[in-house]
């Protein structure tokens, strides 16, 4: 489970204030995937971050009784200097997993070749995607954080994504960020909409998709 009490986010952006979360009380349950839904800009990412404890709140925190993924799709998880190999070893050692047990399940999954030991700075925006969706999966947690991850690949690596995930959620819970609403639809049980910083969770993704829906129209 994962909590959210009194979590306030802003910052000043080009003279203008950004509010991302604005007092927000919500409880994310265990083994629940929501999809978590708004507009483009309305923060997703950075409650994402937050949650993962990568970046701060204004004020207000975060509680969970399990252990929680760091952003998969965040670029700040990996060191840029360092090759996707090493970048997998080392976040083995920080959750204190096999480390050549790791190292193996990512080669296999991400399908990088070669370029699993080149450094993470020479990777297009969909290798290091695929590298961090492997680490993710490869490592046990009760809340994965997923943002648009398995929208990744071509055909053959989106199947295997949902396949994985499918499996890692039988026996955990995601947050989940994707703009395919049949995605939305395929992966997740609830949903949470975040819009002007405020957060409404629904026990049904169609009712947080109706309301999203709702607030995408001009």
């Known amino acids: 489970m994962i909590l959210l ?26 083994r629940v995937s929501v999809g978590l839904l708004g507009r483009n800009g309305a923060g997703k990412s ?12 204004t004020s207000g925190e975060v509680l969970s009784d399990g252990n929680v993924s760091f952003p998969v799709g965040f670029a700040g ?18 959750y204190g997993a096999n480390s050549d047990a790791l190292m193996d399940y990512v080669a296999d999954f991400a399908e990088l070749g070669q370029q699993f030991h080149a450094p993470i700075r020479s990777y297009s925006s969909g290798m290091r995607s695929r590298l961090a969706f492997g680490v993710s999966m490869g490592l046990t947690f009760d809340t994965y954080l997923i943002d648009e991850i398995t929208a990744v690949g071509d055909a053959a690596f989106k199947r295997k994504s949902k396949s994985v995930f499918a499996d890692r959620m039988s026996r955990a819970g995601s947050i989940f960020v994707s703009h395919s609403m049949g995605l939305i639809r395929e992966m997740c ?24 829906s709702y607030n995408m129209k001009p």
């Open 77 to 94: 998880s990996f060191h840029p200097d360092m090759t996707g190999a090493q970048n997998t070893r080392f976040v083995a050692r920080i």
């Open 5 to 30: 009490q009194n979590l306030s986010k802003f910052y000043h952006l080009n003279g203008n204030r950004k509010v991302v979360a604005d007092r927000i009380n919500a409880t994310f349950p265990s």
């Open 189 to 212: 049980d609830a949903g949470a909409v975040l819009e002007n910083g405020k957060l409404i969770y629904f026990d049904d993704i169609n009712e947080a998709i109706e309301l999203h």
């Open 46 to 57: 950075t409650l994402l971050r937050i949650i993962a404890g990568t970046a701060d709140p």
